[in-house]
């Protein structure tokens, strides 16, 4: 899972969709298609974009929702959180204390 996830986020293209479904979920493909375009410049096929659509659906980090003639994206964090829970979660050590740090030997008052 977690190699997909690495590779879905390797393409600055899919970044981009990324981030244009944390600014505005639900989004159809035409919508992403058309927000690519005009705020970034990137000229994709529609084709294109739905490749990369659906290479961040396997990842996990897109999922899908049709209503009628219209299938609706959205952006799931869940892979993302398992990723930053994994490296990034606080590590304390068992038997180690928090406060303040003992004062060394010979300056105490």
Known sequence: ????????????????????????DGQTLFEICARLLTKHGLSLSRQGVSQHLGLLEAAGLVETRRDGRYKFHHLNTGPLEHLTDRWLAPAS?????????????????
């Not at 050590?93 to 105490?108: D, H, I, L, M, R």
């Open 93 to 109: 050590p068992a038997g180690t204390a928090s406060g303040p740090a003992p004062e060394p030997p010979g300056e105490s008052p």
């Open 1 to 24: 899972m977690s190699d997909d996830v690495f590779r879905a986020l390797a393409d600055p293209t899919r970044r981009t969709i990324l981030d244009e479904l944390a600014e505005r």
